[in-house]
């Protein structure tokens, strides 16, 4: 599966973006999707993620209550909104699937559980 991120840019603090992750195939949809983050001389760091049911997600403290995952199973597509952006959230953002589908263990932070990396969308926050 290729995922395909998009959204990203430049906004100012308090603002907010919407993320996207466009799968290739209909097959994303038995898959937990999840989006980690990746600052400047910083590691990879998970932001959230979503069951493949949709039904369930799971975020880091850190943006619990101000990003949001869904996603579109019609349109393969998961999302990330992202609302009152801090500067410390400027980073670039990709997409991910679990390694295994039909999985519950869409809490699961480990960056080697997930597959096919987008390219990263850069989301930018100025103060």
């Known amino acids: 599966v290729q995922l395909q991120a998009s959204g990203g840019g430049l906004v100012q603090a308090g603002g907010s973006l919407r993320l996207s992750c466009a799968a290739s195939s209909p097959i994303f949809s038995t898959y937990s999707m999840a989006w980690f983050r990746q600052a400047p001389g910083k590691e990879r760091e998970f932001v959230g993620s979503i069951s493949w049911t949709g039904g369930s997600t799971s975020y880091i403290d850190t943006v619990k209550g101000r990003f949001t995952i869904s996603r579109d199973t019609a349109k393969s597509t998961v999302y990330l909104q992202m609302n009152s952006l801090k500067p410390e959230d400027t980073a670039v953002y990709y997409c991910?699937?679990?390694?295994?589908?039909?999985?519950?263990?869409?809490?699961?932070?480990?960056?080697?559980?997930?597959?096919?990396w987008g390219q990263g969308t850069l989301v930018t926050v100025s103060s």
């Open positions: 991910a699937r679990h390694q295994t589908s039909r999985n519950y263990d869409y809490r699961t932070r480990v960056a080697g559980r997930y597959r096919d």
